[in-house]
């Protein structure tokens, strides 16, 4: 009734690619040194990392897709409200972190910890420096508003791309 049928095409060890079975880039948080921990969190490295982004490419290439300048007012805009968004992120961050520290300070007083109270000093110091600094940028982004460093590379990117497509046009020219 059932017949047998032999299987003569399939190799007797397939190749399996290692791949399948290993992933080689793993990501570990364990691994993560400690400043890329310290940046992916809402702190002043958030906001350094930010600030130290350049938008000259983005610029040139908005012009060559949308050389019109209400675009690159928008586009300003955004920026500016991305600055402000990573601003608060990394305030609010600082400001839990110090009543908790105070919290922290004031408990273990209590209890007569007075290492631990001069480790949760020092870390809150090391707090209010960086929140003072966050404030300090954020009034320094307001008071310059559009020379902001981020705007400028921009702006500059915008300008080359727009120059960039009228010299390609009068190229097409032969005079």
Known sequence: ????KSVTNIPANPEIPEDVFIEKNHV????MPNEEIEVAQNNI???YSFLSKDYHQTGYEDALVNP??????????EIQGDLEIVIWKS????????RELDFLIT???RLGMVDVVDELKMRKEKAD?????????????????????LIISYKRGFQNG??????????????
């Open 28 to 31: 570990n948080n364990q691994a």
């Open 129 to 149: 420096d960086h929140y003072n600094k966050i404030l300090e940028l954020q009034k320094e982004a307001m008071e310059q508003g559009e020379s902001h460093r």
């Open 162 to 175: 727009m120059a960039a497509i009228a010299i390609h046009e009068s190229n097409k020219k032969h005079f």
């Open 1 to 4: 009734m059932f017949e047998k």
């Open 91 to 98: 305030r609010t961050f600082y400001e839990d972190a110090i």
């Open 68 to 77: 019109d300048t209400s675009y690159r007012i928008e586009k300003v805009r």
């Open 107 to 109: 408990s273990r007083s």
């Open 45 to 47: 490295h958030m906001v």
